[in-house]
């Protein structure tokens, strides 16, 4: 996985919750990408005070004192021109909650970020006969970009959980789209929200490519949809949690391999 850092070329404020911060510079020309819509990178944030800034020596930078050391987060990339060399990451926002999001809040030109990879794992299947695409604002990016890697004239459904109507995203695609936007629930405690505006709307017809990804307990409860009574093929299927709810991004980590195998038992 190559070591590369970026230097931060435009901040673009897309909504109340979301930061486009496009990345350019010759700490890129290593950057090889996956071909996958879903592709990622491990963003390296220097907590505040950290006597070390990109780039920096990542193995020495991990054996300093603990409040020190850089946090890894998984951010998938929007787009890359190999010609500029650039590339954009949409990041969500918390006002100045989270080291990432604060981090994305203040982003300024030049700026610089350390990064890990890319990698990835989906795109649409191009012999599908449809996509469903369902997900909130941490799947965003990778829904927009798969939206547009779906052949022309192919149905796609989106089903995408935001705060309002403020926070919804122009989305492009090449297929038959249908977007449902649904505001989340004040406080955003209802789990099963997305999954009734799911079952309220026509899948489409045929075999169906689905990528479901964001918070754990929406994505629980739409996988169980899905492959309980949709009949969804678990193989072949993108579906899992970014995040989850009254959880810190470490607090998950711990928590996150016990979650998925209890999922796995639900179908």
Not at 36 to 41: C, L, Q, S
Not at 208 to 233: K, M, N, Q, T, Y
Request: proline fraction near 8%; include cysteine; hydrophobic fraction near 40%.
């Amino acid at each position: 996985m190559a070591t590369l850092h970026g230097e931060v070329i435009e901040v673009q404020r897309l909504s109340p919750r979301m930061v486009r911060v496009v990345f350019g510079g010759d700490g890129l020309a290593g950057y090889e990408p996956t071909g996958f819509t879903d592709e990622y990178v491990n963003a390296l944030f220097i907590p505040e005070g950290a006597p070390y800034s990109a780039p920096f020596d990542e193995a020495e930078a991990r054996g300093g004192p603990p409040q020190h050391r850089p946090a890894g987060r998984r951010y998938t990339i929007l787009w890359w021109d190999g010609a500029t060399r650039r590339l954009a990451i949409d990041f969500v926002v918390h006002g100045d909650v989270g080291l990432a999001g604060r981090w994305a809040d203040h982003a300024q030109p030049g700026d610089r970020l350390q990064l890990l990879g890319p990698s990835g794992g989906y795109s649409p299947d191009p012999d599908a006969d449809g996509h469903l695409l369902v997900g909130d604002e941490s799947a965003l990016p990778a829904i927009g970009a798969s939206l547009e890697r779906i052949p022309a004239g192919t149905p796609a459904l989106a089903v995408l959980v935001v705060d309002d109507g403020d926070s919804q995203l122009d989305l492009e695609c090449p297929g038959d789209l249908t977007v449902v936007w649904v505001h989340r629930a004040a406080g955003g405690g209802d789990p099963d929200q997305l999954r009734r505006a799911l079952e309220a709307v026509a899948l489409p017809p045929g075999r169906i490519h689905v990528f479901v990804h964001g918070e754990a307990a929406e994505v629980r409860s739409v996988r169980r949809h899905l492959l309980g009574h949709v009949g969804i093929p678990k193989e072949g299927s993108s579906i899992s949690p970014y995040w989850r709810r009254d959880h810190t991004d470490e607090q998950w980590r711990q928590v996150k391999r016990e979650w998925l195998a209890a999922v796995e038992a639900d179908v």
